[in-house]
Nanobody, 115 residues
Protein backbone atom coordinates (compact mmCIF):
# COMPACT_ATOMS: atom_id res chain seq x y z
CA UNK A 1 0.00 0.00 0.00
CA UNK A 2 1.16 3.50 -0.85
CA UNK A 3 -0.46 6.57 0.61
CA UNK A 4 -0.12 9.84 -1.26
CA UNK A 5 -0.83 13.24 0.27
CA UNK A 6 -0.97 16.33 -1.93
CA UNK A 7 -0.55 19.91 -0.80
CA UNK A 8 0.12 23.33 -2.26
CA UNK A 9 -3.03 24.06 -4.20
CA UNK A 10 -4.81 27.37 -4.06
CA UNK A 11 -6.08 30.30 -6.03
CA UNK A 12 -3.80 32.44 -8.15
CA UNK A 13 -4.15 35.00 -10.90
CA UNK A 14 -3.20 34.22 -14.48
CA UNK A 15 0.55 34.44 -14.94
CA UNK A 16 1.22 33.39 -11.37
CA UNK A 17 2.94 30.32 -9.95
CA UNK A 18 2.19 27.49 -7.57
CA UNK A 19 4.16 24.48 -6.38
CA UNK A 20 2.34 21.28 -5.57
CA UNK A 21 3.82 18.60 -3.34
CA UNK A 22 3.00 14.92 -3.10
CA UNK A 23 4.42 13.02 -0.15
CA UNK A 24 4.49 9.24 -0.45
CA UNK A 25 4.37 6.82 2.47
CA UNK A 26 7.16 4.70 1.00
CA UNK A 27 10.54 5.05 -0.65
CA UNK A 28 9.78 6.54 -4.07
CA UNK A 29 12.71 4.66 -5.60
CA UNK A 30 10.51 1.57 -5.24
CA UNK A 31 7.76 3.16 -7.32
CA UNK A 32 7.81 2.59 -11.09
CA UNK A 33 6.66 6.09 -11.79
CA UNK A 34 4.86 8.97 -10.18
CA UNK A 35 2.68 11.44 -11.96
CA UNK A 36 0.40 14.42 -11.64
CA UNK A 37 -3.05 14.33 -13.22
CA UNK A 38 -5.69 17.01 -13.24
CA UNK A 39 -9.43 17.09 -13.71
CA UNK A 40 -10.83 20.37 -15.02
CA UNK A 41 -14.44 21.18 -14.12
CA UNK A 42 -16.80 19.02 -16.15
CA UNK A 43 -13.98 17.19 -17.93
CA UNK A 44 -12.13 13.92 -17.66
CA UNK A 45 -8.96 13.45 -15.70
CA UNK A 46 -5.84 14.00 -17.79
CA UNK A 47 -2.13 13.38 -17.40
CA UNK A 48 -0.09 16.51 -16.70
CA UNK A 49 3.42 15.24 -15.98
CA UNK A 50 5.20 12.03 -15.07
CA UNK A 51 8.59 11.07 -13.63
CA UNK A 52 9.97 7.53 -13.70
CA UNK A 53 12.07 5.82 -11.06
CA UNK A 54 15.04 6.52 -13.34
CA UNK A 55 14.28 10.23 -13.40
CA UNK A 56 12.90 10.51 -16.92
CA UNK A 57 10.09 13.02 -17.31
CA UNK A 58 7.19 13.49 -19.67
CA UNK A 59 4.69 16.33 -20.00
CA UNK A 60 1.37 17.06 -21.61
CA UNK A 61 1.81 19.38 -24.57
CA UNK A 62 -0.38 22.00 -22.90
CA UNK A 63 2.06 22.44 -19.99
CA UNK A 64 5.45 21.97 -21.67
CA UNK A 65 7.75 24.88 -20.88
CA UNK A 66 5.57 26.03 -17.99
CA UNK A 67 5.42 23.08 -15.57
CA UNK A 68 8.29 21.07 -14.08
CA UNK A 69 8.01 17.78 -12.24
CA UNK A 70 10.79 16.89 -9.83
CA UNK A 71 11.42 14.76 -6.78
CA UNK A 72 13.29 14.73 -3.50
CA UNK A 73 14.04 11.10 -2.72
CA UNK A 74 15.21 11.92 0.79
CA UNK A 75 11.75 13.31 1.54
CA UNK A 76 9.82 10.77 -0.58
CA UNK A 77 8.17 13.75 -2.22
CA UNK A 78 7.37 14.67 -5.79
CA UNK A 79 6.77 18.27 -6.80
CA UNK A 80 5.01 20.05 -9.62
CA UNK A 81 6.24 23.58 -10.18
CA UNK A 82 3.65 25.46 -12.21
CA UNK A 83 4.60 28.79 -13.76
CA UNK A 84 2.75 31.17 -16.03
CA UNK A 85 -0.54 29.64 -14.98
CA UNK A 86 -3.56 30.05 -17.21
CA UNK A 87 -7.29 29.86 -16.42
CA UNK A 88 -7.45 26.57 -18.34
CA UNK A 89 -5.06 25.06 -15.77
CA UNK A 90 -7.89 25.21 -13.23
CA UNK A 91 -8.88 21.87 -11.79
CA UNK A 92 -8.27 19.30 -9.10
CA UNK A 93 -4.71 18.01 -9.26
CA UNK A 94 -4.08 14.42 -8.24
CA UNK A 95 -0.87 12.62 -7.41
CA UNK A 96 -0.56 9.14 -8.90
CA UNK A 97 1.87 6.28 -8.27
CA UNK A 98 2.37 3.04 -10.14
CA UNK A 99 4.03 0.34 -8.00
CA UNK A 100 4.26 -3.03 -9.67
CA UNK A 101 0.76 -3.75 -10.94
CA UNK A 102 -0.94 -1.49 -8.41
CA UNK A 103 -1.95 2.11 -8.92
CA UNK A 104 -2.49 4.60 -6.14
CA UNK A 105 -4.10 8.03 -6.00
CA UNK A 106 -4.06 10.92 -3.61
CA UNK A 107 -7.24 12.80 -2.67
CA UNK A 108 -6.37 15.79 -4.83
CA UNK A 109 -5.73 19.47 -4.33
CA UNK A 110 -7.68 22.29 -5.96
CA UNK A 111 -5.94 24.77 -8.23
CA UNK A 112 -7.92 27.79 -9.39
CA UNK A 113 -6.49 30.30 -11.84
CA UNK A 114 -8.45 33.50 -12.30
CA UNK A 115 -8.17 35.73 -15.34
Amino acid sequence: QVQLVESGGGEVQAGGSLRLSCKASTNIFLINHMAWYRQPPGKQRELVAMITSGGMTNYANSVKGRFTISRDTAKNTVYLQMNNLKPEDTGVYYCNALWGLSEYWGRGTQVTVSS
